[in-house]
């Protein structure tokens, strides 16, 4: 009988084109779907004629997996990923390996592998990014858990995984437990800023300059040539394009009331419980939020409608403050990046995970949303500067922000006065104000908590860790 060299569980659109993906590169597949019809669908039209095997149960699954078995799910996250592993267990034999190829929260991770590795399996829970054109042709994919069981699944991983200019797949273990889930987390707050960045700077032009969507095309063409080449600019100037068969720009016709899937969410919360500052990200989540909430707005604006804003951000300089959104853009990038990389550094400290940041940058390089030409400058600052703390700190970044900081603040004030809300630019630039401040007004907190809670404080002419109390009153 014909055996297969992984199984997969679950043909949804990004398990089917995974699937799809490996039997391309001439693995054998089995497959399973609850919704047994998907199964037929499947074997019999896009993997017609390919080495595939349609199960119709997972045990049927199990039976055609050749040893050590290797079981992929691309299933909902949460409780469906326990319900199916309960499934599996019964079925499996020790060193047998289960892979959750969906977008998990880390801490669920390292429940799962620690529960599984007790009982003689191994686990590996893997962030996979590029959507369902990266699933078919090539994602960005971030493994971890049991290293144990990384040499079984390398050479299916790596050889599905997209390739960068110099050949290397985008696929490297990352660590132990959660690490993978993790660095796909703090992938997807980068995300979220990035995207937040792009869409505050079309905003400027499309309100602030009252540019065509062909000139914002053309503009965001132009910056792809630029330091800010990237995946997300590049089909932001796509979307710009794009009219429906009356002519009109789709863009103009999208409710503009963003959605989401949590992934952002995570990073948020988990920045609070590592205590990692993470401003533009976090302000990059909550503006989702804002913008759902857009009866409220559309209330408010008309109860506002003569508080004198005009949104218009410059009159006869509209190239002088296109090149200033340009250069805000990058230096707000380098801040996203900068805060996720953070929170990487202070996970791999609480769960001592040795995490590789340069080759963080060399996974994302191709394959994944967030991929950009400046993840070879992130590489750079990482392999050259040995224990660096913060990506502002690198010395391949400060002459970049040094030089784009008078546009960065120039737009941002022009953006407070026009009245265009600009969140993760502002917040960015708050967070670099802060960050290279050596006497901030915190203080003046620490005095206000110890009068009113006796919480105690340090002082600038004593050693860190020693706190002395005011009896404020007296």
Same mark, same amino acid.
């Given at each position: ?9 679950? !043909?949804?659109?990004? %398990?089917?084109? !995974? ?96 529960? $599984?590795?007790?009982? %003689?399996? =191994?686990?590996? %829970?893997? @962030? ?6 990266? /699933? ?12 144990? /069981?990384?040499? /079984? ?5 790596? #050889?599905?995984?997209?390739?960068? #200019? ?26 979220? @800023?990035?995207?937040?960045?792009? #869409? ?33 600019i590049e089909i932001t100037a796509a979307i710009l394009g794009v009219r429906n068969a009356e002519g009109s720009l789709v863009l103009d016709t999208i409710l503009d009331a963003a959605g989401q899937k949590g992934t952002g969410q995570w990073t948020s919360q988990t920045a609070l419980d590592l205590g990692v500052p993470l401003d533009l990200i976090n ?5 989702? =939020? ?14 506002y409608n003569d508080a004198g804003i005009d949104r218009k951000l410059a009159d006869g300089q509209t190239e002088i403050v296109v090149e200033s959104i340009r250069q805000a853009v990058y230096a707000a990038k380098i801040v996203s990046y900068a805060q996720g990389y953070a929170l990487m550094q202070a996970a791999?400290?609480? =769960? ?14 191709? @394959? ?19 224990? $660096?703390?913060? !990506? ?35 917040? @960015? ?27 105690? =404080? ?17």
């Amino acid at each position: 009988m014909k055996q297969a060299q992984i199984g997969l569980i679950g !043909l949804a659109v990004m %398990g089917e084109n !995974l699937a799809m993906n490996m039997l391309s590169k001439g693995f054998t597949v089995a497959v399973y779907n609850r919704t047994q019809a998907k199964v037929s669908e499947f074997v019999s039209g896009r993997a017609r004629q390919m080495n595939v095997i349609g199960c119709y149960s997972v045990a049927e699954l199990v039976r055609s997996l050749a040893k050590p078995r290797l079981v992929m799910m691309m299933i909902k996250a949460g409780q469906p990923v326990d319900d199916m592993i309960d499934e599996l267990i019964p079925l499996l034999d020790p060193g047998d390996i289960i892979i959750d190829g969906g977008n998990a929260h880390f801490m669920d991770t390292r429940r799962r592998v620690k529960l $599984l590795e007790n009982q %003689g399996f =191994y686990f590996i %829970g893997t @962030g996979i990014s590029g959507g369902e054109e990266g /699933a078919l042709k090539g994602p960005s994919i971030m493994p971890g858990g049991s290293h144990e /069981a990384w040499p /079984a699944v390398k050479p299916i991983f790596q #050889s599905i995984a997209a390739k960068a #200019s110099d050949g290397a797949p985008c696929c490297e273990w990352i660590g132990p437990d959660g690490a993978g889930h993790f660095v796909k987390m703090v992938h997807n707050g980068i995300e979220y @800023g990035d995207m937040q960045i792009i #869409s505050e700077a079309y905003h400027l032009m499309r309100d602030g300059l009252s540019l065509s969507a062909e000139e914002m095309q053309d503009i965001f063409r132009r910056w792809n040539e630029t330091e800010l080449n990237s995946y997300l600019i590049e089909i932001t100037a796509a979307i710009l394009g794009v009219r429906n068969a009356e002519g009109s720009l789709v863009l103009d016709t999208i409710l503009d009331a963003a959605g989401q899937k949590g992934t952002g969410q995570w990073t948020s919360q988990t920045a609070l419980d590592l205590g990692v500052p993470l401003d533009l990200i976090n302000e990059a989540v909550f503006t989702r =939020y804002l913008s759902a909430l857009k009866e409220e707005r559309v209330a408010a604006a008309a109860i506002y409608n003569d508080a004198g804003i005009d949104r218009k951000l410059a009159d006869g300089q509209t190239e002088i403050v296109v090149e200033s959104i340009r250069q805000a853009v990058y230096a707000a990038k380098i801040v996203s990046y900068a805060q996720g990389y953070a929170l990487m550094q202070a996970a791999a400290r609480l =769960y001592n995970w040795p995490l590789d940041y340069a080759g963080i940058a060399m996974i994302w390089r191709e @394959g994944c949303i967030i991929r950009s030409v400046l993840l070879e400058k992130i590489r750079q600052a990482f392999t050259e500067q040995e224990g $660096l703390k913060n !990506l502002l700190t690198a010395t391949v970044f400060h002459n970049m922000i040094a030089s784009s900081l008078p546009a960065w603040r120039e737009v941002v004030s022009r953006a407070v006065e026009a009245g265009i809300p600009v969140p993760a630019l502002s917040a @960015g630039l708050n967070y670099f104000h802060g960050y290279i401040s050596d006497n901030l007004p915190a203080n003046l907190i620490q005095a206000q908590r110890d009068f009113f809670g006796a919480h105690t =404080y340090e002082r600038i002419d004593a050693p860190r860790g020693q706190f002395f109390h005011t009896e404020w009153n007296d």
